[in-house]
């Protein structure tokens, strides 16, 4: 059963720390995209990749956050330095351009507490 | 650019009744629609899809939603609930097959 792993499930850490999420899309999936859920803002978009190259990071605060993909089975995203305000929920979707019915698969997520 | 409205954060149904979850859309262009369902502390799972074949979509767990052009919307139905269907359902649209996807805000179905 292929799933969408993102590691860790929980973050706790102090305001002005580094914190990295990891996401590992399912095997054989080509586009990898970066979501937060928070009470206030809802689901948004913070960026996404195709074929490990970045198509749109639009969504994503520019001073503060990072996303790479060293490799087609890692996915980064990265913050430094975390402010309270990042707390939230990171979810990583991957699917592939060849699946014509277009799902985006999610992982289980990781929550982030800056305090 | 492409939106969608939720009507009602909170929809609170018995055990048995219709289950109806509304999601109007803006778009530019025809767009791709999508319902996910959301159970607590867990990711985004795909209920049905929209991807301009046929306009009444059936879903996993007898969920369908009929796509309305002239109506712009997007409606979840399912005809009888299960205690199971409690959970958080966000509608969502891209502008193309496979981009990024526009959520939202939520109805949780209680």
């Known amino acids: 059963d292929a799933r969408v792993t993102q590691t860790p499930r929980h973050k706790v850490t102090e305001m002005g720390q580094e914190v990295t999420m990891r996401c590992q899309p399912i095997?054989?999936?080509?586009?990898v995209f970066w979501y937060r859920q928070t009470m206030m803002q809802g689901l948004e978009l913070l960026a996404y990749?195709?074929?490990?190259?970045?198509?749109?990071d639009s969504g994503m605060p520019k001073d503060r956050f990072s996303a790479e993909m060293p490799d087609a089975t890692l996915a980064t995203l990265k913050i430094q330095p975390s402010e309270p305000r990042d707390s939230a929920v990171y979810f990583c979707?991957?699917?592939?351009?060849?699946?014509?019915?277009?799902?985006?698969?999610f992982g289980p997520g990781t929550r982030l507490t800056v305090t | 650019a492409q939106s969608v409205t939720q009507l009602g954060s909170h929809v609170s149904v018995s055990e048995g009744a219709l289950v109806l979850l509304r999601c109007n859309y803006s778009?530019?262009?025809?767009?791709?629609l999508f319902w996910y369902v959301q159970y607590p502390n867990q990711g985004l799972q795909l209920l049905l899809k929209?991807?301009?074949?046929?306009?009444l979509v059936k879903g996993i767990n007898g969920f369908e939603a009929e796509f309305k052009k002239s109506e712009t919307s997007f409606h979840l139905t399912k005809p009888s609930a299960h205690m199971s269907d409690a959970a958080e359902y966000f509608c969502?649209?891209?502008?193309?097959?496979?981009?990024?996807?526009?959520f939202g805000t939520g109805t949780r179905l209680l």
């Open positions: 778009s530019s262009v025809p767009p791709y």
């Open positions: 095997l054989g999936h080509n586009t």
């Open positions: 979707a991957s699917g592939s351009v060849r699946d014509r019915g277009y799902e985006q698969y």
């Open positions: 990749f195709r074929n490990r190259a970045p198509l749109d």
């Open positions: 969502a649209v891209s502008r193309t097959g496979f981009q990024k996807l526009v």
């Open positions: 929209y991807t301009s074949a046929a306009t």
